[in-house]
């Protein structure tokens, strides 16, 4: 498994943005698509968005489409989430993944997870 370390989350108001990072720890990591995924409480796990190991195609949530942006960084074995314009209904816990294997909008087809990083939006 990818080791997976996210960091970047915080207490933000309405409207305003934050950028999440994901540092993996494999030599090849640019050989494989990564994945942003949150988890609301009560709720379950739901997928934010995705980016193939190139850096394109990237996919994303319809909630989100729009306001978060999702890009990698090869050398730097990293891949961020730019979120601007944030809602209190963004507040999550965000996780990032790596090697997906099926549907890449399931968390089932995921292989490696990081231990999550909390984003806080308040109104």
């Known amino acids: 498994q990818v080791q997976l370390v996210e960091s970047g989350g915080g207490l933000v108001q309405a409207g305003d943005s934050l950028r999440l990072s994901c540092a993996a720890s494999?030599?090849?990591?640019?050989?494989?698509?990564m994945g942003w995924f949150r988890q609301a409480p009560g709720k379950e796990r739901e997928f934010v968005a995705a980016?193939?190991?190139?850096?394109?195609?990237?996919f994303y949530a319809d909630s989100v489409k729009g306001r978060f942006t999702i890009s990698r960084d090869n050398a730097k074995k990293t891949v961020y989430l730019q979120m601007n314009s944030l809602k209190p209904e963004d507040t999550a816990v965000y996780y990032c993944?790596?090697?997906?294997?099926?549907?890449?909008?399931?968390?089932?087809?995921?292989?490696?997870w990081g231990q999550g990083t909390q984003v806080t939006v308040s109104s």
């Open positions: 980016i193939a190991w190139s850096g394109v195609p990237t």
């Open positions: 494999e030599s090849t990591f640019s050989n494989y698509p």
């Open positions: 993944a790596a090697d997906p294997d099926g549907d890449y909008m399931t968390t089932e087809a995921w292989g490696s």
